[in-house]
C-alpha cells in the first residue's frame, strides 16, 4: 500500500474527472452509476437465533466464525469508490484485488485478507459449475435444497453458491477439505464490480471499511455511517422470512403467508429507525 498524491480535476480530452477519488473517467462513471445501489450490510446474530441454530458452531465447522464479528462503522462512498477503482473488474480466476481510495494504493490478496481476517490460510476455492460444483461429485444441488427445506417455483431463484455454502454451513464439509474464505469473499467482490446487473447490491460494506482504515485510508467523519440493531438477526427476522413457532419452536411456513404485522422482538425494544 503507497500513496499516489492527485491533484483535482484531470481532464482526458475534452472530458474532467475528479483525479483526488478516481483514477480514470470510466471509473467515475461506475460509481455514479452505481451511487444509489442498495449496500448489503454484514449481519451478526442475537444470542437467541445462535443458540437456535448453531451457527457459530456451523461457521466454526468451516473455520470461519471470525467473519460473525464484523459490526461496527462503514463508508458507503469509500466503499464504491473501492469498487470504481478495482483494475480486475473483467478478469476471472484472478484472486487479488487492486484498487485505489483516497491517495492509498490498496491491495487485496488471500494472504491479506486472511490476516486481517484471522482466519486460516487454508483450503480451495470452491467453483459452481451450472447446478453442481467443481470437484465435488457428493454434492447435490436439488437434495441441499430439500435438506435446506428451501422451497422454489423457479431454480434461478437461488444463487447455486448460496446453497453451496449454506449446505456446508449447516451439514460440515464431510468429504471436502477447507473452504478458502479469503478467495471466497474476493470473488463476491469481483463479480460485484463486474456485473451489468442495474442494482446490483454492494456487498461488504463494514469488511471493506475496516480493510481500508488497516491499509492508512482516513476515514472522514462525515462519511460515517454504523451498524445498527436492525443488522442483527433476530426472533423479529425470522418472523418476517416467513417463520411461524409451533411446540418445537421455529418452522418455514411457506404455505401461509405471514400476518400483517410482525410482533415485537424483545431484543429489539426501542430499536432506533434507519436512516
Not at 494472504?111 to 483450503?123: I, K, M, R, W
Request: proline share 5%; charged share 25%; with cysteine.
Amino acid at each position: 500500500m503507497t500513496s499516489r498524491k492527485r491533484k483535482g480535476k484531470e481532464v482526458v480530452g475534452s472530458t474532467s474527472f475528479d483525479s483526488t477519488r478516481f483514477t480514470s473517467i470510466d471509473n467515475e462513471a461506475w460509481f455514479h452509476a452505481h451511487e444509489n445501489n442498495t449496500l448489503i450490510i454484514e449481519k451478526s446474530v442475537s444470542s437467541y437465533i445462535d443458540h437456535l441454530y448453531q451457527i457459530t458452531e456451523g461457521f466454526g465447522s468451516l473455520r470461519w466464525a471470525p467473519i460473525l464479528g464484523l459490526t461496527g462503522a462503514y463508508y458507503p462512498t469509500l466503499v464504491r469508490e473501492f469498487y470504481a477503482n478495482m483494475k480486475e473488474k473483467e478478469e476471472k480466476g484472478n484472486s487479488t484485488i487492486h484498487s485505489w481510495v483516497r491517495d492509498k494504493r490498496i491491495r487485496m490478496d488471500v494472504e491479506s485478507l486472511t490476516e486481517f481476517l484471522g482466519v486460516p490460510n487454508e483450503g480451495t476455492r470452491f467453483q459452481p459449475e451450472g447446478f453442481a460444483v467443481a470437484d465435488e461429485r457428493i454434492y447435490k444441488f436439488k437434495e441441499a435444497l430439500l435438506c435446506l427445506g428451501l422451497r422454489v417455483s423457479c431454480l434461478n431463484e437461488v444463487r447455486v453458491g448460496d446453497v453451496y455454502l449454506t449446505y456446508k454451513l449447516a451439514h460440515g464439509l464431510q468429504s471436502r477439505a477447507l473452504i478458502s474464505l479469503a478467495n471466497t469473499l474476493i470473488r463476491e467482490m469481483q463479480a460485484m464490480a463486474a456485473s451489468t446487473l442495474k442494482g446490483k447490491g454492494v456487498c461488504f460494506p463494514v469488511l471493506i471499511s475496516s480493510y481500508l482504515a488497516s491499509q492508512g485510508v482516513h476515514l472522514p467523519a462525515e462519511l460515517r455511517v454504523s451498524t445498527s440493531p436492525h443488522d442483527v438477526i433476530s426472533e423479529h427476522h425470522l418472523f418476517m422470512f416467513g417463520y411461524v413457532r409451533d411446540g418445537q419452536g421455529w418452522r418455514n411456513n411457506a404455505l401461509i403467508p405471514p400476518p400483517s404485522a410482525a410482533p415485537e422482538d424483545p431484543a429489539s425494544t426501542d430499536m432506533p429507525a434507519r436512516d
